[in-house]
């Protein structure tokens, strides 16, 4: 469960509404982004990723926007169901040998009935 | 068929002892992970493994050992726990080219 005092920003969106989650990464570097999924009690999940070469990417339900002049990154959903209530992180690397993951933030997500 | 598998899944111990945790992956990645989820949620990095061999040590307290006796097993044994190694530990790994990190369960860890 989670903590008393956790300071995660919270989005609170309708079911059915499309959902906008924003995040600044830090590294000019970096070439490569994801944005995964955590639900209680379960370990992040892969949602979708960008290369630096790309400023869009879609997938299912899902449009990931990257912005390398201002090095921000966001996260689209469309028609947000129940099911996608979970904390939302993106993370930054730079691809090849020795690379690391470097996570955001999280965002909780929360979608309202 | 679980890609990276950890266990426990909870460890309660008190202060002092020394407990270990195991991570397997299946995916077939020469990388392996450990991070460090804190109570606000954020997740850091503690260390990486390529092919057996430590690349990354991010400047974590020696009472933390990672032993990779293969590719496919990274497992962190941590000495004389404190009360400040409370936390959800999760084990990673990716590809070569460090791309998409596929994550386990994570070990939650309460130190009393």
């Known amino acids: 469960g989670e903590s008393v005092g956790l300071h995660l920003p919270t989005l609170s969106v309708q079911e059915g509404d499309n959902s906008i989650i924003n995040c600044a990464y830090s590294?000019?570097?970096?070439?490569?982004f994801i944005w995964y999924k955590q639900e209680s009690g379960k370990g992040p999940q892969f949602i979708i990723d960008?290369?630096?070469?790309?400023d869009k990417r879609q997938g299912q339900r899902v449009t990931v926007l990257l912005n390398k002049t201002v090095k921000h990154l966001s996260l689209q959903i469309a028609a947000t169901q129940p099911g996608d209530s979970a904390v939302y992180f993106c993370?930054?690397?730079?691809?090849?040998?020795?690379?690391?993951?470097?996570f955001g933030k999280g965002i909780t997500l929360s979608v309202r009935p | 068929d679980t890609a990276v598998s950890q266990t426990p899944k909870y460890l309660v111990t008190q202060m002092g002892n020394d407990k270990s945790i195991k991570c397997e992956q299946n995916?077939?990645?020469?990388?392996m992970y450990w991070y460090k989820q804190d109570s606000k949620k954020f997740l850091k990095i503690m260390f990486s493994?390529?092919?057996?061999?430590?690349?990354i040590n991010e400047t974590v307290p020696n009472r933390f050992s990672p032993k990779s006796p293969d590719k496919a097993h990274l497992n962190l044994h941590i000495n004389s726990l404190e009360l400040g190694d409370s936390a959800v530990y999760f084990c990673?790994?990716?590809?070569?080219?460090?791309?998409?990190?596929?994550f386990g369960q994570g070990t939650r860890l309460t130190v009393v």
């Open positions: 990673a790994s990716s590809p070569p080219d460090g791309t998409e990190a596929f």
């Open positions: 590294n000019s570097a970096s070439d490569y």
């Open positions: 960008i290369r630096s070469n790309m």
């Open positions: 993370a930054e690397t730079s691809t090849g040998a020795n690379s690391k993951l470097t």
């Open positions: 995916l077939g990645h020469d990388t």
């Open positions: 493994y390529n092919n057996k061999e430590l690349i």
